[in-house]
């Protein structure tokens, strides 16, 4: 009787420590999803900054990089003088064609809906597009990103980019509503 009393006060002392480790595993577990949140936030900050500092050929080639990760084919950088609105041309998983154009503009700028008329007008003429997507390392103007809905433009802008840097994939982007998405307001240029 005292053995089997001994080996319940045993099997109680391990379920107290076992339930003491699970509880301290779940705080670590917290802090580090906490950490790495935090930490892939700053990434996704620090490459922005990275994305201003680049050339206009780097971003085209960052841009082809991020569509080749994404399960993008025969994706080229094609941007240049004479370009037509296209930098970078490749196709998406399903096939579908895809015309990039790239502005790398400073984050205290914003698109304009002269320039998505302009993108809009050779995409599909030009290149036939089936996906048109306008990057842009700043925001777009409001009555921009309503002529894009109009015209089923896909736009990517500063905010747009740092989630695709971070790993959500393009195709997710593609089907954003952006009429309703995104952020309109410049950005001031010291924030």
């Known amino acids: ?46 490459s922005i900054h990275g994305v201003w500092a680049m050339g206009d050929g780097e971003f085209e080639e960052y841009i082809a990089g991020l569509c080749r990760r994404d399960g993008c084919t025969q994706v080229q950088r094609v941007g ?23 502005k790398r503009y400073a984050k205290h700028r914003s698109v304009g809906s002269r320039e998505l008329q302009t993108f809009n007008g050779t995409a ?19 009555p921009a990103r309503t002529f894009a809905a109009k015209h089923a433009l896909v736009l990517v802008d500063v905010n747009l980019l740092g989630f695709w840097n971070s790993g959500t994939p393009l195709t997710s982007l593609i089907d954003l509503d952006i009429a309703r998405s995104g952020n309109h307001r410049k950005l001031a240029p010291d924030s």
Do not use: N, Y
């Open 124 to 142: 599909r003429q030009e290149h036939g597009a089936d996906v048109p997507v306008f990057v842009a390392s700043c925001v777009f103007t409001q």
């Open 80 to 102: 240049g003088a004479g370009d037509l609105g296209a930098d970078v041309i490749g196709r998406l998983p399903d096939g579908r064609k895809l015309v990039v154009q790239c």
């Open 1 to 46: 009787m005292v053995v089997v009393a001994l080996a319940v006060l045993a099997v109680l002392a391990l379920v107290a420590v076992v339930a003491v480790l699970a509880r301290a595993g779940r705080r670590e577990a917290q802090a580090e999803r906490v950490r790495l949140a935090e930490q892939e936030r700053v990434h996704a900050q620090d």
